[in-house]
């Protein structure tokens, strides 16, 4: 099973500021990466897939890069609607396994 | 507008059984790969289990392999995950999602779309 890891558990930020957040994979995951946003009670939404693609209606100011096992999401300019957690999730080999999470809050 | 709706969630007790519904809308089912992925109350996404668009394919984690039993219904836009022999740590709450398929590579990818989830707590 591939590991993912993200880091930092928790990141503080101020509204306006850029938010950058690590992934990475015990092994190549290639481009097989996605991003998700989930706010509190709320399902889970794609942001970013072939780890550098935005989704359908996802801002210009979220972007991915990264392939093999390093991976990064940068929010260039912080919203206070992306004040959420963030999940990467890797889909080159069963099983398809998320990282356990990078929470972004307000500082 | 794509909708997934998850049903058959509830309380039940260590050893029991559930049988989870999603009733899918606004997109042609039968031609998407569908997931279940869950979520224990404070903690990270775990997916469970995929089945193809045709069932050609059945994965499951192996958390739940053995217990869960994944199924759709094409002709009636439906996803199942049946479960059991449930214990403490299954207590989530269960996502349907769509996940797209990539024929180039022959290879599942992400899950763009997400139901609201259903809850299933296992306790005494």
């Known amino acids: 099973e591939i590991v993912m890891t993200q880091s930092p558990a928790t990141l503080s930020v101020s509204p306006g500021e850029r938010a950058t957040l690590s992934c990475r994979a015990s092994q190549s995951v290639s481009s097989n990466l996605a991003w998700y946003q989930q706010k509190p009670g709320q399902a889970p939404r794609l942001l970013i897939y072939?780890?550098?693609t935005r989704a359908t209606g996802i801002p210009a100011r979220f972007s991915g890069s990264g392939s093999g096992t390093e991976f990064t999401l940068t929010i260039s300019s912080l919203q206070s609607e992306d004040f959420a957690v963030y999940y990467c999730q890797q889909y080159n080999n069963w099983p398809k396994t998320f990282g356990q999470g990078t929470k972004v809050e307000i500082k | 507008e794509v909708q997934l709706v998850e049903s058959g969630g509830g309380l039940v007790k260590p050893g029991g059984s559930l049988r989870l519904s999603c009733a899918a809308s606004?997109?042609?089912?039968?031609?998407?790969?569908m997931n279940w992925v869950r979520q224990a109350p404070g903690k990270g996404l775990e997916w469970v289990s995929s089945i193809s668009s045709s069932s050609s394919y059945i994965y499951y984690a192996d958390s739940v392999k053995g217990r869960f039993t994944i199924s759709r219904d094409n002709a009636k836009n439906s996803l199942y995950l049946q479960m059991n022999s449930l214990r403490a740590e299954d207590t989530a709450v269960y996502y349907c999602?769509?996940?797209?398929?990539?024929?180039?590579?022959?290879?599942?990818?992400?899950?763009?779309?997400w139901g609201q989830g259903t809850l299933v707590t296992v306790s005494s």
């Open positions: 072939g780890a550098s």
């Open positions: 606004g997109f042609t089912f039968s031609s998407y790969s």
């Open positions: 999602a769509r996940a797209q398929y990539y024929y180039g590579s022959g290879k599942e990818a992400e899950t763009d779309y």
